[in-house]
C-alpha cells in the first residue's frame, strides 16, 4: 500500500468520524432526548433530601426580588420617554438569572421537571411525591419573599424614588382583577417550560436564553407567581394589600395560570409528540 492510499484512508476515516460526531450531536437535540434530560433532572429533584430543598427555595425567593428591583431601578433613572418601558423591563431578567443560573428551587421550573418522571411512572407514590414537593418549595419561595421584602420595606435600602417605583410596580402586578392575572399567568408558565425545555441544548448560550424569555414575560406583562410574591409582600408588610386581595385576588389565581400554562398546556403537548418513542 503506497503512502497516498494510506493517507487518503486516513483522511476517510477522519471524515467519517466527523460525520459521525454530526449526527451524534444533531441527535441530541431531538425531543425524545431533551425529554429524557428534564426527566433524570426532576427525578433529581424528586430525591433531593427536604431540608436543602426548604433552603435553596428560600434562597430563590430572596435572588427573585432583583427581577422587581431591577426594573424597579430602571424606572427611576430612565428617563419618561415612549421607548422607557421596553428597556425597564430588562430589569426583571436579573432575578431569574441569578435563580436559574444558581440552580436554585424556583416553584415555576419544578412544574415542568418534575412531571416528567411522574408521565413515565405513573403511580400514586410518585404523585404524592410530586406534589410534596410543589408545596414545600413554593412555601419556601414565599418565606423568601417575605424575608426579602422586610429588609426592603425596613433596612435603609432603597431610595425614597426607586421605593416608590417598587410600590407602582407591587401595586400594577396585585391590584389586576383574578380572572385577569389567571389569564396572563398562563404564557408566563408556557414561557418558564419553553425555558426549562430549551436550557439542554443552550450549549453557553444560557444567559442569553433566559434574558430574552423572562425579558418577554415582562414586555407582555404576564403574572408569575414566585416574582409576584415578592410584590405581593412587600405590600401586605407595609399593610398596603388587603389580606383577601393578596390571597384570592392574586396569589391563586395567578398560581393557576402558571401551573396551567406551565403543566398542563406546555408539558404534556410536549409529552404528546414523544410519547410514542418512549412507549417503543
Request: negative net charge.
Amino acid at each position: 500500500m503506497t503512502l497516498r492510499t494510506k493517507d487518503l484512508e486516513q483522511d476517510n476515516l477522519i471524515e467519517h468520524q466527523s460525520e459521525d460526531d454530526a449526527v451524534e450531536e444533531a441527535a441530541m437535540l431531538s425531543p425524545k432526548l431533551l425529554f429524557e434530560s428534564v426527566r433524570r433532572n426532576g427525578e433529581e429533584e424528586l430525591l433531593r433530601p427536604n431540608r436543602a430543598l426548604l433552603f435553596s427555595g428560600i434562597a430563590a425567593g430572596i435572588l427573585i426580588s432583583f427581577s422587581v428591583l431591577g426594573e424597579a431601578l430602571l424606572r427611576t433613572w430612565l428617563p419618561d420617554a415612549e421607548w422607557r418601558y421596553i428597556v425597564e423591563n430588562m430589569g426583571y431578567t436579573f432575578g431569574f438569572m441569578l435563580v436559574i443560573l444558581g440552580r436554585m428551587q424556583l416553584f415555576t421550573e419544578n412544574t415542568i421537571t418534575t412531571v416528567a418522571p411522574v408521565l413515565i411512572n405513573r403511580s400514586g407514590a410518585a404523585f404524592q411525591r410530586m406534589i410534596a414537593l410543589w408545596t414545600l418549595v413554593l412555601g419556601a419561595n414565599v418565606i423568601g419573599a417575605f424575608i426579602v421584602a422586610g429588609f426592603f420595606v425596613y433596612a435603609p435600602v432603597l431610595s425614597t424614588d426607586v421605593a416608590a417605583a417598587f410600590t407602582d410596580l407591587s401595586r400594577h402586578a396585585t391590584g389586576m382583577p383574578a380572572m385577569e392575572g389567571l389569564m396572563r399567568g398562563i404564557p408566563a408558565g408556557v414561557l418558564i417550560a419553553a425555558l426549562v425545555w430549551m436550557l439542554p441544548t443552550a450549549k453557553g448560550n444560557e444567559v442569553t436564553l433566559i434574558f430574552l424569555f423572562t425579558w418577554l414575560i415582562a414586555l407582555g406583562d404576564f403574572t408569575h407567581i414566585v416574582a409576584g410574591s415578592v410584590e405581593m409582600a412587600y405590600l401586605l408588610v407595609q399593610a398596603d394589600l388587603a389580606l383577601g386581595q393578596a390571597v384570592f385576588g392574586f396569589f391563586l389565581p395567578v398560581l393557576a395560570g402558571n401551573v396551567i400554562g406551565g403543566t398542563v398546556i406546555f408539558t404534556l403537548l410536549v409529552w404528546a409528540q414523544i410519547q410514542p418513542e418512549v412507549e417503543d
